[in-house]
T-cell receptor, first 115, second 113 residues
Framework: DVKVTQSSRYLVKRTGEKVFLECVQDMDHENMFWYRQDPGLGLRLIYFSYDVKMKEKGDIPEGYSVSREKKERFSLILESASTNQTSMYLC????FGTGGYGGYTFGSGTRLTVV | DQQVKQNSPSLSVQEGRISILNCDYTNSMFDYFLWYKKYPAEGPTFLISISSIKDKNEDGRFTVFLNKSAKHLSLHIVPSQPGDSAVYFCAASADTNAGKSTFGDGTTLTVKP
């Protein structure tokens, strides 16, 4: 069974901390994505990556960075956590270029609370 | 500017009846459309998709209809079951975006026994 694994289900961090959210996929997918889900706002794309060491900004990249040193791992970094980054973070991967054919495979999500 | 909209935040239907979830988009470059289903405390799972060259795609109880001229798609679930109760997200992508999907806000479907 193919999987996208997010390292933490729940995290509580303090304002100003540097936060790392880890995502690993075992499907040899080229494309990986980070979304955040907020009530009334749906899923919004933060960053995505087509290949190792490659990254592209999504719709809301401010306050975030990413790292893709290995094909299977895509990390989201909150450089200095703020309370408005409290959210559900979802990692996803896909094999085909459009991210459409067959859809994404999502992880279970990380619920981050910044206090 | 929200390019994919699901105007109904919630929908409640009786078990056995039809559920119709709607989605509108504004970007004419979108050429592939998907529906995802999400249960609480889980990530979304891919449900069904449709290419812009089609107007209908069916998979068991789930059918997606696409009206390109109206920039509208809908998901029909027949018959609805209590296990279908979840949040449904509509998503769209374009080849020019090479891998990026834009999601709607989601519609919470409740199927009552």
């Amino acid at each position: 069974d193919v999987k996208v694994t997010q390292s933490s289900r729940y995290l509580v961090k303090r304002t100003g901390e540097k936060v790392f959210l880890e995502c690993v996929q075992d499907m040899d997918h080229e494309n990986m994505f980070w979304y955040r889900q907020d009530p009334g706002l749906g899923l919004r794309l933060i960053y995505f990556s087509y290949d190792v060491k490659m990254k592209e900004k999504g719709d809301i990249p401010e306050g975030y960075s990413v790292s893709r040193e290995k094909k299977e791992r895509f990390s989201l970094i909150l450089e200095s956590a703020s309370t408005n980054q409290t959210s559900m973070y979802l990692c996803a991967s896909s094999l085909f270029g459009t991210g459409g054919y067959g859809g994404y495979t999502f992880g279970s999500g990380t619920r981050l609370t910044v206090v | 500017d929200q390019q994919v909209k699901q105007n109904s935040p919630s929908l409640s239907v009786q078990e056995g009846r039809i559920s119709i979830l709607n989605c509108d988009y504004t970007n004419s470059m979108f050429d592939y459309f998907l529906w995802y289903k999400k249960y609480p405390a889980e990530g979304p799972t891919f449900l069904i998709s449709i290419s812009s060259i089609k107007d209908k795609n069916e998979d068991g109880r789930f059918t997606v209809f696409l009206n390109k001229s109206a920039k509208h798609l809908s998901l029909h679930i027949v018959p609805s079951q209590p296990g279908d109760s979840a949040v449904y997200f509509c998503a769209a992508s374009a080849d020019t975006n090479a891998g990026k999907s834009t999601f709607g806000d989601g519609t919470t479907l409740t199927v009552k026994p």
